[in-house]
Every structure is written in C-alpha cells, then in structure tokens.
C-alpha cells in the first residue's frame, strides 16, 4: 500500500532532551516536506527537501533539523524541545515539483507534547 | 503568496442532508486539493482537482479555475464525514496553503 508513515504517532518529553520524529515513503517520491499545525495558525511548513541532500527551510524552521540521506526518508530532529514545540506534525510527500505543483500526500501526523 | 478563504466556517447537518464547501483562491493555481482531517487528526486525501470535476462515493468536487474557486459536494452525510474539511493550493518552497477549514458536524 502507497503511504507516508511517522513515528512516533504520540510523544510526550521534557524541555531539552533531544528526540527525532521518524518520516518515511514508499512510492518514491522525490519531493519531501515538514509541516506544524496549530490552533488559530493552520498548518505551517517547517523544512522541505525537493531530492537526497537537498534541504532548505519553510516558514518555521527554528529549533528543527533535517536530513535526507535516502530517497525514502526525511527525520525532523528537535535538538533541544521546548514547550512551544507542542504541535501537531505532518510529513508530506509528493512527485517531483518544478512547473506543476503535484498532489501531496500526508503522514498519520506526530501529536507532541513538550513539558 | 497566494490567499485560500474556505466558506461556511462551521457546518452542523443532519444525517442524510447533502452540503456545499466552498473554497476561493486569490490567484490562479495549477494545483488544488481536498483535505478532510477526521476527529483524531489525521488529514486524508479527498480530492487532487486542479481543474474541472471528479467524484468518488458519495463525495464530488469542482474546480473552475479561471473564476478561482473550488467546490466540495457531500451528498446522503453520514456521521463518519464529521470533521475539518480543508483545500489547499501551492507546494514546492512554499509548501502547501491551506484555508482555514470548514468544521462539519453530522447529527445522528
């Protein structure tokens, strides 16, 4: 089955200890993306990967990382958590975007929780 | 970047009514989607409807894009389409905009 699958699905963790919350596809999708969804501001893209090795920042990139050594996977790693990191995380992925911007498909999306 | 306004914001029916979620956009896309995000969050692919009209099951859309709007049809509601409906519009490095959403409430 063609899907984008997170994990963790449900975290809770304490200001400042590092975690990383787990994005992978199987339909070999070249474009990659983070988004954050918050009550009153929608959802927001943290960081996207147009191919392997090709990072670069959305709107609300601080106090996250990314990687993309693999085709198939896009971690978001929170070095340091803090409470206003509490959200609601989606991966997406989606065919190549150049001239057309192509259908994007989401993850079960990641519920954390920063103590 | 581009404006997505989703109308009406709130939606409460009875089972078995049909509805009509709108969305505007401010300038011409080359891309739209449906989105319904089901009360435990997760957000589902209706719809990829950059133009003209689809349907699947009970649920159609419409897109005419020279007037910038989009249409999502549920016909026959059922408790189960309870939820946020969003459309959204865009991607690439500007990611996906998404309108604030219609919140559809089904009666039994």
């Known amino acids: 089955e063609a899907q984008v699958t997170q994990n963790p699905r449900y975290l809770i963790t304490v200001t400042g200890k590092k975690l990383t919350v787990t994005c992978s596809q199987n339909?070999?999708?070249?474009?990659m993306s983070w988004y954050r969804q918050d009550p009153g501001l929608g959802l927001r893209q943290i960081y996207y990967?147009?191919?392997?090795?090709?990072?670069d920042k959305g709107d609300v990139p601080e106090g996250y990382k990314v990687s993309r050594k693999e085709k198939r996977n896009f971690p978001l790693i929170l070095e340091s958590p803090s409470p206003n990191q509490t959200s609601l995380y989606f991966c997406?992925?989606?065919?190549?975007?150049?001239?057309?911007?192509?259908?994007?498909?989401f993850g079960p999306g990641t519920r954390l929780t920063v103590l | 970047g581009i404006q997505v306004e989703q109308s009406p914001p709130d939606l409460i029916l009875q089972e078995g009514a049909n509805s009509t979620l709108r969305c505007n956009f401010s300038?011409?896309?080359?891309?739209l989607q449906w989105f319904h995000q089901n009360p435990w969050g997760q957000l589902i692919n209706l719809f990829y409807?950059?133009?003209g009209t689809k349907q699947n099951g009970r649920l159609s859309a419409t897109t005419v894009a020279t007037e910038r709007y989009s249409l999502l049809y549920i016909s026959s509601s059922q408790t189960t389409d309870s939820g946020v409906y969003f459309c959204?519009?865009?991607?690439?490095?500007?990611?996906?905009?998404f309108g604030k959403g219609t919140h559809l409430i089904i009666q039994p």
């Open positions: 300038d011409s896309v080359n891309n």
């Open positions: 339909m070999n999708h070249e474009y």
């Open positions: 990967s147009m191919n392997v090795e090709v990072t």
């Open positions: 997406a992925s989606s065919p190549p975007t150049s001239i057309k911007y192509n259908e994007q498909f």
């Open positions: 959204a519009s865009g991607g690439g490095a500007d990611g996906l905009t």
């Open positions: 409807i950059p133009s």
